[in-house]
Each structure stands twice: as C-alpha cells, then as structure tokens.
C-alpha cells in the first residue's frame, strides 16, 4: 500500500498557482504521468522558437486547472442553470483527473508521430492512454474516487462520454485548446495566442439544445467576442508557428526517420508508445548502427541532432496550388513516401532526403457549441456562424486554406528548380502516379 499523497501547489509560468488535490497529486506522482515531463508540448518546435520546451507535463496540470475553475463556476451556487441530476453530480470529481490525464497516451515528440501512416502506429494517443490509465500507480488513486473511474475517464478523453460536462475535455471549447494557445504563445516569444479566457470561462453554462436531449456546454451570448479570440489565436498560431516552413522541415524530417527506422526493422510499431523524446531518438541511433540498410536513418537522425534542417526548394502558397489537385496527397502517405524517392532520383538526392509536405487540419476552426441569448433561447452555434452575431466561423475555410501551403523541401540545397512541372504532378491521380511509378516513368516532364 502506497503512503497517501498530500495535497500540494506547483508554481506555473502561464497560469501562477495550480492546486492539486490528494488524488491528483498522487497521478501526477506515477512514473507515467512523470514521463510527459519529457516529451516537448510542440515536437520540434524548439529549433525554430529556442523557447518552446516546455512539456506535456507542464500542459497537462495547466488543463487541470483550468477545469477545475469552470467546473467550480458551474456548479456554484450562483449559477441556477447548471443543475446536475444526482448520477453526474457524483462524477464530477473525476473530469478533473481527466484533464490532467488527456495527454497520458502522447507519443514522443507530441503530433508529429501521427503524422505516420495510420497502420504504422498502435492508435492515436487519446486512444493510447487507456494502457496508462491501468497501472497501479494511476489506477489505485482514481478508483479512490470512484469504483468505475478507469473506463469513465478513458470515454471522456476520447470524447466519447454522455457526461453533461464531457465538452470541457473534448469539443470545441474544451479547456486543453485555451491552455495550448496561452502556453505555446508564451514559450515561443509570440504574441499570437491571445485568448481571453476569463470572459469565456464566466460565460460558459449548461443548456439543452431540445427538451429532453439533455444538458451540455454552452456559452451565453456575453462570450462570443472571447470566443472569437480563441478561434483567431488558434489560426494564428497555425499560422505562424504549427506550420512555419523551419517547423515543419524537422517534423517532416522525423516523420521520414521514423518511416524509415519502421522499414529497416530498428523500430517496430510497438516500440513507439511509452517513449520520451530522447528515449526514441537514442533507441533509433542504437539499432540503427546494426542495419546495414540505414544510412538514410542516421543522415535524418544527424540532421536533426545538428539542427540541419531540409531546405525550401518549392514553395506553393495557398493560391498557387491547382484547385483540382489530386486527394492523394493529404491522404495516402505510402504513394507520398514513393513520389518523394522519384523526385530525390530525378535531382540526384538520396533516397529518403526529399519531403513532399502539405499540412492537414481540416478541423482547425471547427465550432459546434450551443448558445445561449440574453433572452433565454439556446441555438447551436457550428462553423456556418451566424450572421451579424459571430463570423469569424464563416471564413474558417478560408482561413484554413490560406494557412496552408505545399512544400518541397530538400536536405541538400538546391538551387533553381521549375516548380512547373510538380503542378502537373499534384493534379495527376493516383491511379495514374502509381503507373508511372510501376512502369519506371518519370513523374515531372522536362
């Protein structure tokens, strides 16, 4: 038997105090809580932005707390709306624990191990934390709480719970989006990620959208212009650095390591839950030096190491990408893999040093949240807006699509390639990609 855990305060830069209850002091306690102090928040994001190592660790507790603050003012005394039928008021206490449990499951180096083929990792990560979730060292305190925690807390984190309160983990204004904006602004030294976040935790409450249905989170109308400002703060950080060109050149470098260590039988799928950020790289650069096929592994593992990040070679803004340009591209990450050999063959570049890189976050706006007026009616808000009222949702597509840009990027640097034959390229289908490739054709004309 564990010796109980007291209660405590840990100082945070973003957010100054943090209270942990006896329970939550426990699970940060776990080795395996303990391991997020070692995985980056932003992967790679520190070789652009020297400030950005802050952790997991350090995200998770801010998460925490934030819930704990909305779920004190929506079950205050003050707030007649919000009342909770017997069942979900006992639960309550475990959608903390929640929060701070939401990112157990992360992969080394946040995002950007999901950028993998789906088959070449063992689940997302939300998925993932149920294997943590049921060690002793987090199990025994959550089931303190309540007898069936475990399988409770896993359906809030993958946002699958019917608990009234279940939007304040996952949904449109759940609390981690307020904490990432706020922390990755601050530890990158950028001023993007202004969210005005007691405005909008005073005007969260609990509506049903039709009698019946039942309660969940809302926001009155006094909230829109906060809820704004999240919306804008995450298209900005998108914007300038979730997908800075340097960002993005060691995440796509990463990604092909990662490929390749898979390939070669360093890595195998099950390697990669569980690891921390110098863990992974380490267990990389270790087997590798036993495969006789791995040059390109230690070339991308001493790249990143070195800060030698691939170079721009083309560069595609929003406008200058054919509308008609083929689905593959986003979606089928093996022809990717392949496309990117051929190109590194035609410019005389290694195998596995040319990246083709087009950013995806189709849900980067989305907003699907009940309102509440002044008067008392309550209409669900989604990302159509509504006119006159919010309409930043309005232009969600648009802002996607001039956040976004395609990108080829080379190790080595090249110097004066036609970026006109790869628009020829990203509108060919992949039926016909795959011919070519088959049949030993070039993919760029000229």
Known sequence: MRAPVRARTIRDPVWQ????DPVAAAIVEAPEFQRLRRVKQLGF?????????HT????ALGVYHLTRRAIAFLTGPDHARCKLEPEDLATVPLLPLAALLHDVGHYAFSHAMEELETQAIPGHHEEMASRFLDTPAIREPLERVHSDALPMVADLIRGQSSHPLQGLISGSLDLDKIDYLRRDSFFCGVPYGAVDVERLLHSLTLAEEHEGK????AVTEKGISALESLLFAKYQMFRNVYWHHGVRAATVTFRRLVESALETGALESEDLPGRTDEEL????GNRSQDEADSSVTRVLLRALADRRLPKRTIELLADEIPATMASWIPERRDLVRKVEDSLAERWGQAPGTVFLDYPVNPNMLELQILLVSRHGEVRRLTSAGEEGLIDLPRL???????????????????????????????????????????????????
């Not at 105090?17 to 942990?20: A, E, G, P, S, T």
């Not at 997991?56 to 995200?59: C, E, G, N, T």
């Not at 990108?407 to 795959?434: C, I």
Request: proline share 5%; net charge neutral.
């Open 17 to 20: 105090n943090i209270d942990l």
């Open 45 to 53: 994001a520190h070789l652009v932005y020297p400030g950005a190592v």
């Open 56 to 59: 997991r660790f350090l995200h």
């Open 214 to 217: 039942g309660l969940e989170v």
């Open 281 to 284: 790289l380490g267990l990389i």
């Open 396 to 446: 969600s597509r648009s802002l996607h699509h001039t956040t976004r840009g395609l990108r080829v990027f080379t190790l080595e640097r090249l110097d004066s390639v036609d970026p006109g034959p790869l628009l020829d390229l990203l509108v060919m289908t992949e039926k016909e990609v795959r011919g070519r490739l088959a049949r030993g054709e070039p993919l760029l004309a000229g």
